[in-house]
């Protein structure tokens, strides 16, 4: 009977939650096309802001260029995109254009001589730029680049005059080349973000179904009718949060086929043959079972949570400020369990959310260690059921049940524990 | 004994279906203290009979009401429904009875059919027999044409047939009805009024409150008169009248109630 009165009850929230467009939107719609959207959205404004970029012409002004170095300029404008003129005023007043933003670069050039340990015509050039503005920056980035290259070709050729041979110019040269294939940089990449986003996903695909779930009832005054039924509160606590973490699970489910789709299917047309390989290096196959254990784990823990605040609220906006505080403290630990250097350990194994946030991590490198994995298991299985009984509790007290009790979780246990004192 | 819900009522030949003693409800309020809503109520319904409960707002109608739902734990006393005693067998005493108030609305997002399907599974109605109970209902209620549309884009009054539907779907023998007109207009009120005759005609045993008077006098069977959650007088109209003089029920409300000034009454239980 149990089973199927639950079964019957979370059926029922599932079939209202399914036709809530704030749900829908929230826990599928959102973690379905996220992925698509940022990667389109992204490529786009950055090919977009990269071609307005190109298009800008700088104005450099030039001080003090020594005669024998009369190519540079030609070399500094040969992109097209570049007008240099002399300044031969006081290039105290070129700074103050820069600075007012009419002028976009100011290269000064130094001669450097130091006796016989520097080449003849040697100089320095100081570049002044306004790093508040991006014209500015892109000018700076122009011009050190031109002379660079005219630099290391002056180099060439007093080499050359000197009859130095290549192999000894080279001495100390430094070359690196990265062992990794670009399918194990990708899983790196996604080791780092995934289990992030996951968290995010699941969090947000959970947040409205644990308010519709408890203030909302109270809301729709629906409440009191559903604490008719002829079932057990604990079966309709039961039903709620299954209906909850179905949903959480849900949204970091789809985030992550969508991310996998997203990488084939979006990444790849826009960014063609270089992000071929990039998109093959996708979630490995074989630790897919893995990954969804672990977002499912994500979905229980964050629904018991979710409920365990949310059961307090009376309307909406109560039920939201009541959560979010859950929500932050959940994804903060994940922010930094980003960092590589973080190692899947006995101890963080059983701390919750970041035990299943490390698995993710260690099961898209490839790679499962099994003692903490079966600890994160056990760690968050007790998590969840401390929460659902909690939650089953705190439905069988009166005031909660009417809704009439004031304050959230915290205040709960504070007149709990002082009635307790009381009566002791 | 059994009912349609195979065996959830226990035999109650020798008593009536709705059964109260010394039914006592206090909470603690941090600002007045302990309050004692419902004191000591003892009270019975019949099969066939509707009692009435006559108070003003906050003389604890719906606190007692709560209690036999069991909504609300009693804190002293108790109380039967069915036989079943609602401490010990909520769920019984749920599915033996169905609940009606202005704060027991309707899923917004599921439709008439799947509303009556869902409370008549959840209530322990035969599953077998639920889709032509719901059927049943459907066409009593005359609910046919919007039965597959979705509650929140129904009028008020198609709401209400749905709501009582909802309350009489698995075929309880008891039924409770807390100040069922409060948000209806007069037609739709009268309608619920004949609507809740008709199932006193069935054999069911209905509790139903109200502060208002007519309403009592031409529904109920007998009245209880609750003030500050004590039963002052129970009876029939006629026994209330010979028993006080008066014949008006507004004027003999106000005699057991014993109120002077009816407007400084009002605002003590305001307070």
Not at chain 1, 249 to 269: C, D, E, V, Y
Request: proline share 4%; charged share 20%.
């Amino acid at each position: 009977m149990a089973p199927r009165q639950i079964w019957t009850l979370y059926i029922h929230e599932v079939r209202s939650a399914l036709r809530e467009r704030s749900i829908l939107i929230g826990s599928i719609v959102i973690p379905l096309v996220m992925y698509p959207a940022l990667l389109w959205a992204g490529f786009a404004g950055f090919s977009f802001v990269q071609g307005q970029a190109d298009r800008l012409t700088s104005h450099v002004a030039v001080h003090g260029l020594p005669d024998t170095h009369r190519a540079l300029v030609d070399s500094i404008e040969s992109n097209g995109r570049t007008v240099v003129v002399r300044w031969d005023d006081d290039p105290a007043a070129a700074r103050d254009e820069v600075a007012r933003g009419s002028l976009d670069l100011l290269v000064e050039f130094r001669t450097v001589s130091d006796g016989d340990r520097t080449l003849d015509d040697n100089f320095q050039a100081t570049l002044y730029y306004n790093g508040a503005q991006d014209r500015s920056r892109g000018a700076r980035s122009r011009v050190e680049s031109a002379i660079e290259s005219y630099r290391q070709g002056w180099i060439d050729t007093a080499r050359r005059d000197l009859d130095i041979p290549n192999p000894v110019w080279a001495d100390f040269a430094m070359a690196r080349s990265d062992v990794a294939t670009i399918e194990e940089s990708t899983r790196f990449l996604l080791a780092m973000i995934v289990p992030f986003l996951t968290l995010i996903m699941v969090a947000l695909a959970a947040f409205y179904p644990a308010i519709d779930a408890t203030a909302g009832e109270r809301e729709r005054s629906t409440w009191e009718t559903l604490m008719t039924l002829a079932v057990p509160r604990s079966h309709v606590a039961t039903a709620k949060y299954l209906y909850v973490a179905t949903f959480g699970a849900m949204g970091g489910l789809l985030n992550l086929a969508a991310l996998t789709l997203s990488l084939r299917w979006i990444l790849q047309p826009l960014a063609g043959a270089d992000a071929q390989e990039l998109a093959q290096g996708g979630l490995p196959l074989e630790t897919l079972p893995i990954i969804a254990l672990g977002t499912a784990l994500l979905g229980l823990f964050v629904a018991a949570g979710m409920l365990v605040f949310a059961i307090f609220a009376r309307n909406f906006k109560e039920g939201q400020s009541m959560i979010t505080p859950f929500y932050l403290v959940i994804i903060l630990p994940a922010i930094f369990v980003q960092s590589p250097d973080i190692e899947f350990s006995v101890g963080l194994a059983l701390l919750p959310v970041v035990n299943v946030a490390l698995l993710l991590r260690e099961a898209i490198m490839g790679s499962i260690p099994l003692l903490p994995g079966l600890l994160t298991l056990a760690s968050m299985a007790a998590c969840v059921a401390v929460a659902v009984g909690f939650a089953q509790w705190v439905m069988r007290n009166e005031e909660v049940l009417l809704g009439s009790s004031k304050g959230g979780l915290w205040s709960f246990l504070k007149r709990r524990i002082g009635q307790w004192r009381t009566t002791a | 004994m059994s009912n349609a819900h195979g065996g959830a009522t226990k035999d109650t030949a020798n008593g009536p279906p709705v059964r109260t003693q010394g039914l006592t409800k206090i909470f603690y309020d941090e600002n007045r203290g302990e309050v004692r809503a419902v004191d000591r109520v003892d009270l019975t319904c019949q099969r066939g009979e509707i009692l009435g409960l006559l108070g003003a707002n906050g003389a604890g109608k719906t606190t007692t009401l709560r209690m036999l739902s069991t909504v609300l734990q009693p804190t002293a006393g108790r109380a039967w429904v069915m036989g079943h005693e609602v401490r010990s067998e909520p769920e019984r005493v749920r599915a033996s009875l169905g609940f009606y108030s202005a704060s027991t609305a309707l899923y917004p997002k599921i439709t008439p059919r799947e509303t009556l399907r869902f409370f008549a599974r959840m209530n322990r109605y035969p599953s077998r027999q639920v889709d032509d109970r719901v059927e049943e209902l459907v066409h009593r209620f005359k609910i046919e044409d919007y039965a597959d549309t979705r509650v929140e884009k129904l009028s008020s009054g198609m709401k209400q047939k749905v709501s009582i539907a909802r309350t009489v779907v698995h075929d309880p023998p008891v039924l409770i009805f807390d100040e069922p007109t409060v948000a209806l207009d007069v037609l739709n009120a009268i309608e619920l009024r004949q609507f809740i005759s008709r199932l006193r005609g069935e054999g069911k045993a209905i509790l139903f409150s109200t502060h208002i008077m007519s309403e009592a006098e031409q529904l109920c069977d007998r009245i209880a008169i609750i003030h500050h959650g004590e039963i002052l007088a129970t009876g029939t109209l006629d026994e209330l009248r010979e028993a006080t003089g008066l014949h008006y029920l507004e004027e003999i409300f106000v005699h057991y109630a014993q109120v002077d000034d009816p407007a400084q009454a009002a605002e003590e239980q305001l307070r």
